[in-house]
């Protein structure tokens, strides 16, 4: 605490794990929702979540290099937070698309005319619409496809009397039901003519018949202003696509929405737009993570055990801004059929622009280069405890890409499977306090201990409790009926984010040649992030969608334990006590022909923090020229 006092130069390093992780809060939970509402499907929204955290493999090593190479890591550190700001904020003008995505109905035509709506998202939702309907009335949006009838064509045409429609009617196979309307021509292919008309819907008269909702229709409006009152001599029904003008309606009947209803090459361009924003940003916060870590460890000199009291202060402004940004959002869009991101990308757009103003005030000395980067950083990844290091990194990644996209996905099934609605009701707000319990009851205070845990403990041991947490914490999962039961269980995320993270970062570090420290912190978060969580995220998404969410995490804790006893035995039969004295790699400073001398990750926390100079004892890697 003495050193903190004194070195006046991590407070803006603190400072900068603040505003930076206050800065991305309020834009990247919420990236995946806002590309639903731009009208994106899953199938395209998952792509590009595949992509991301490739591009940041990629990026992190590379910008990592660069500036070891050219000595410019405040440059490019300041560069990198600079666009990430510009993207975040330039994404908040892209429009959405003019038609929202459909959901898709059948409209029933008798004696009355009903659009039914197969089963739902939200049992609750649909049963709170049937039981608070009042007495409003509702516009919609139907798009009725012609050939997708089942009953007679003919007889809707006769009954709704609308002529445009069935005028220059071809009988296909010679008699009235086999009608179908004329086709445009576009000159490269026939185009179908839709049935499309806006009806009226009183509310007061929907009715829920097992996962079925029905609503009346009193109404239907054409596009050439004749209003009928829908009804047929004889019934029939056909598949048609809906949209609605109120939210409540809009969550009753989410179901399979059907995208591309709007403008292809519109939805299209709108896609290529916020996917290149949205990688541009991940680049930027990626660069960002990785340099600044190397800047972080530069000013700490030699005690890097104090890492996770600087990293702490993300921690703390991720999960207040977060929730900030959640309230936020839900004040801006009361009222509003669509949720209203604007507020957060002018938060998070300024929070950047400080965090940019902090930067530039960091001390970092641009001295250090190595000889030779890529022949250090090779000879570094032929030592046994670093590829040991390096699959640990991807076992984490793939345990936290898990949790990272399926853990809120499987709360919500348990809060569906619940038979009080209330549940459901508050699941959002049991998601925003499992962050709040994520971030101050877990990561920060793990993080401002690490250095003592791993003082104690040593690397190696650290890294198997944190494969045993993350093994008992998915087990835990699996075992969950009601999803409020997740509380206690997110105390585990101090150890499987807060202590983990400190850990990769700070043994990259003690074990990092001199003028590689970028490049190594590069390597490391990409292979915990471009490989460990990618993979984890693809595995888990297949996984869950075959067998739910109880059979993923089950399975996903067991493979953790069984890599907690693999590392342990490993640790125990062949790190513990080995020390290459004859490696040519490691090296004393000093003298080439001074005696070789190299200590373990564990053992240099313990020298960086006791009464041993820094630099007369630092292990580096030597290279031969």
Not at 110 to 139: F, W
Not at 172 to 179: H, W
Not at 206 to 227: K, Q
Request: negative net charge; hydrophobic residues 45%; aromatic residues 12%.
């Amino acid at each position: 605490m003495v050193f903190e006092r004194i070195n006046k130069k991590l407070v803006s390093v603190k400072a900068h794990y603040f505003f930076n992780n206050a800065g991305t809060a309020p834009v990247v939970p919420f990236l995946p929702t806002i590309a639903k509402q731009l009208g994106f499907s899953p199938t395209e929204v998952g792509g590009l979540y595949t992509i991301l955290p490739v591009a940041g493999m990629l990026a992190k090593p590379a910008c990592g290099a660069l500036a070891d190479r050219l000595r410019l890591h405040k440059l490019l550190f300041l560069m990198a937070i600079a666009l990430t700001a510009l993207t975040f904020f330039a994404t908040s003008f892209i429009p959405e698309s003019s038609e929202p995505p459909m959901t898709n109905v059948s409209l029933d035509c008798g004696v009355e005319t009903n659009i039914r709506v197969h089963g739902g998202s939200s049992d609750c939702a649909r049963q709170r619409l049937v039981e608070n309907s009042g007495n409003g009335t509702v516009q919609c949006h139907l798009s009725c496809d012609p050939l997708k009838v089942n009953g007679s064509w003919s007889e809707l045409c006769q009954s709704w009397n609308i002529s445009e429609y069935c005028s220059g009617m071809e009988n296909s196979k010679g008699g009235p039901d086999t009608l179908v309307p004329d086709k445009q021509s576009t000159g490269e292919e026939d185009v179908l003519n839709k049935l499309e008309f806006t009806v009226e819907v009183p509310l007061h008269h929907t009715l829920l018949v097992d996962s079925d909702l029905f609503f009346r229709v009193s109404r239907a409006t054409f596009h050439n202003g004749m209003t009928i009152i829908p009804y047929c001599n004889a019934w029939m029904s056909m598949e048609c696509g809906l949209t609605c003008n109120s939210l409540k309606v809009s969550e009753a009947i989410a179901t399979a929405p059907i995208y591309g209803n709007a403008d292809e090459r519109e939805r299209g361009s709108l896609f290529w737009i916020f996917g290149a924003l949205v990688l541009v940003a991940w680049v930027g916060m990626a660069v960002t993570v990785s340099i600044g870590d190397a800047i972080c460890f530069e000013v700490l000199g030699d005690r890097p055990g104090d890492y996770g009291r600087q990293r702490l202060w993300g921690s703390f402004g991720w999960g207040a801004f977060a929730a900030l940004a959640g309230f936020l959002v839900d004040q801006w869009s009361q009222g509003q059929t669509q949720k209203n991101y604007t507020p957060v990308f002018y938060l998070a757009a300024g929070l950047l622009i400080i965090d940019f103003l902090n930067s530039t005030r960091l001390r970092h000395s641009e001295a250090k280069m190595s000889a030779s980067i890529a022949r250090d950083v090779c000879r570094l990844f032929l030592e046994f405890r670093i590829i040991v290091f390096v699959l640990w990194c991807v076992a984490i990644g793939l345990c936290t890409g898990l949790l990272w996209q399926f853990l809120f996905w499987h709360l919500e099934v348990l809060a569906g499977e619940q038979d009080n609605c209330a549940v459901v009701d508050w699941v959002k707000t049991l998601e925003g306090l499992v962050m709040a319990i994520q971030c101050f009851l877990g990561e920060i205070p793990f993080f401002f201990l690490s250095g003592w845990i791993v003082k104690k403990l040593g690397h190696e041991n650290t890294m198997s409790l944190v494969l045993l947490a993350f093994g008992a914490r998915m087990i835990l999962y699996s075992l969950l009926t009601n999803p409020w039961y997740v509380l206690p269980i997110e105390l585990l995320n101090g150890l499987t984010f807060g202590l983990a993270y400190a850990t990769m970062t700070s043994y990259a570090s003690v074990v990092t040649p001199s003028g590689t420290e970028a490049t190594i912190q590069g390597l490391v978060g990409a292979v915990f992030e471009g490989v460990g969580v990618s993979l984890g995220s693809l595995l888990g998404g297949i996984v869950f969608e075959k067998f739910g969410g109880t059979v993923t995490f089950r399975s996903f804790g067991i493979a953790a334990l069984c890599a907690f006893v693999l590392h342990g035995a490993v640790n125990y039969f062949f790190l513990k006590g080995n020390r290459p004295h004859n490696s040519p790699a490691f090296q004393k400073p000093g003298d080439i022909g001074e005696t070789t001398y190299y200590s373990t990750p564990s053992e240099a926390v313990r020298i960086l923090e006791g009464n041993d100079s820094y630099s007369a004892r630092k292990p580096i890697l030597m290279s031969s020229s």
